[in-house]
């Protein structure tokens, strides 16, 4: 099993670098640990993306969508289908584990084999490790860091931290499914980051008194039926059932460090030239979202497809 780059993570950006080896007649093959596009499959059920269905195409497919921005459903669909017509060779359920070796003979161990591989990419996002808020209760089974489904928290007290995409999408399904919703945010205000064409629904919600909203507030701590927050006009105990911390996620740093890749400054960044995408350990590659470090906003799918196109002509260049 002997291959020109292996790479790890079959998301939209890990996919675009098969399509794009495969293109320049290169060997590789991708290691998923989950799924197809792992992380889009465990983003909330009814999840829009914020993008026009063309900027998140790769391999140059069209992605057709019947509405002005793609689900998350028609965005597994379309990368099902386009990892189908290229054949891609992805390898599902099995983590990379280790990296051995230098750039031309590199060594990777899995959780179930071991492959040979002349370069790496790393393209294992940032979705695995949520970004916890450190505070006593915080392991409780009634509070989750990731969202799926309103359905679930009909007629119950939910609590929701954060005022960033993901939480307002939250806390505008749970109030329409019937949850008290209750919002502790820290800034003064919901997120400028908020799609445009939702930021005035949950606003509008808060003016009214439908959803109550706590600005530059934090949760103290978490017990099973009440839940102690900080506000400006002091502490406040509050009577609660579930609490949806959607308070952003962080790559897989140690796996970084693991694989020999520095880390930079406050936000972690990845050390990588730009021009290449290769990392400080030769022949071993980012792409994607992971490269942002702590930043997370930095990368998407829009704007890290053009990484697999950038990482390809290096390697065939070398
Ligand atoms: C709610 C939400 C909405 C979003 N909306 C948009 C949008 O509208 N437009 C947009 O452009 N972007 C959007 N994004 C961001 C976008 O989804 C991510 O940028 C995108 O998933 C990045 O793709 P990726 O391939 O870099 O990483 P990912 O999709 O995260 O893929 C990484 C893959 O690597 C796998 N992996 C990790 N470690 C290992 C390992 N050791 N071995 C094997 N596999 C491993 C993971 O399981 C995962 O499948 C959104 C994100 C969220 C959370």
Redesign the pocket.
Known sequence: MDYDILI???????LACGIEAKKKGLSYII????CL????YN??QN?T???TSE??EIGDIPFISNNLKPTRSEALEYYRRVTLYFDLNVRLFE??LDLKGVQGSFEVKTSKNFYKAKNIIV??????IPNWMGVEGENLSKVFHYYNDPSYFAIQKVMVVGAS??SVDAALECYRKGAEVTMVIRNGEISDRVKYWVKPDIENRIKEGSIKAYFNSEIKSIKEDVVLINTPNGDLQLDNDFVLALTGYQP?FS?LQHLGIMLEGRNRYPKYDEASMETNRKGVYL????CGGMDTHL????N?RIHAEIIISHIVSE
Do not use: C, H, Q
């Open positions: 790890i993570g079959a998301g939209p950006i890990g290691i998923e640990k989950g596009v792992n992380s889009l983003y909330p999840m993306f914020f993008s900027r998140l983590e990379v393209s294992t996002g940032f979705y695995d995409n993901s897989n796996f792409a994607g979202v992971v990368w998407f799918i829009e890290s």
